[in-house]
């Protein structure tokens, strides 16, 4: 299945599952939490909103996002600094809005979200979203497994800067590297830098770290 094909049938499961629950608005959101800008927006709102906050990606601000990275079980609007500022930010004028967020993790660095919003006073929503925490935090589960983020791109290290990387990355200075490498250390050093501006990063520690997490260097050096 492609990913546009996902979130046409994923929007389709939620306005179904979640009709029961009333007038509610909804917001999905899968992302990378090694690369918090690579994420998959759904929602229930305006095509404008959800331009706007996939576009601009007050993803990365929003409260609410950001409680959910540290969070496992759902938790309620009220227990979250500052809930409407996502929503407020994307879009219309500010409105008293009610919210509960579910959100689940895996084993491969990636975050799924669902909250669940009522724009409008009601006395039973909290009553109702309760008794449907486990369907609700199901149904994310669900979710999750068949959405998909797209690939990243690979930065493309060649093979030498692996080399660099991966002996840095054993506690190797730069000048034992080069003498294991049979090269300069300035070539060492030359090599790390082309390596920390192909990954996007500040200095060769951060440079490493990213290398490791996104399997971008080979387990074994010969």
Request: hydrophobic share 40%; glycine share 4%; charged share 25%.
């Amino acid at each position: 299945m492609d990913n546009e094909s996902e979130i046409v049938q994923a929007g389709a499961v939620l306005s179904q599952k979640l009709a029961e629950l009333g007038a509610v608005d909804f917001l999905y959101l899968r992302q990378n939490k090694r690369v918090p800008e690579e994420a998959l927006v759904l929602s229930s709102h305006s095509e404008e909103w959800i331009s706007d906050y996939r576009d601009r990606r007050r993803y990365l601000k929003d409260p609410v996002v950001l409680a959910a990275r540290q969070r496992i079980s759902p938790f309620n609007w009220q227990d979250c600094t500052r809930p409407n500022a996502g929503l407020c930010d994307a879009g219309s004028q500010c409105q008293r809005v009610k919210g509960f967020t579910f959100a689940v993790h895996d084993e491969q660095q990636q975050m799924s979200l669902l909250s669940v919003i009522r724009r409008h006073d009601n006395l039973t929503f909290s009553h109702d979203v309760i008794s449907r925490l486990a369907d609700l935090q199901m149904l994310l589960i669900l979710l999750h497994e068949k959405t998909h983020l797209r690939p990243e791109k690979s930065p493309a290290l060649s093979p030498r800067e692996q080399e660099v990387l991966l002996w840095s990355s054993r506690g190797k200075t730069y000048g034992e590297i080069a003498i294991i490498l049979g090269i300069q250390l300035s070539t060492v050093k030359f090599h790390i830098a082309n390596a920390t501006r192909k990954l996007g990063v500040s200095n060769g520690k951060h440079a490493i770290r990213r290398a490791l997490e996104m399997n971008y260097l080979p387990s074994s050096l010969y």
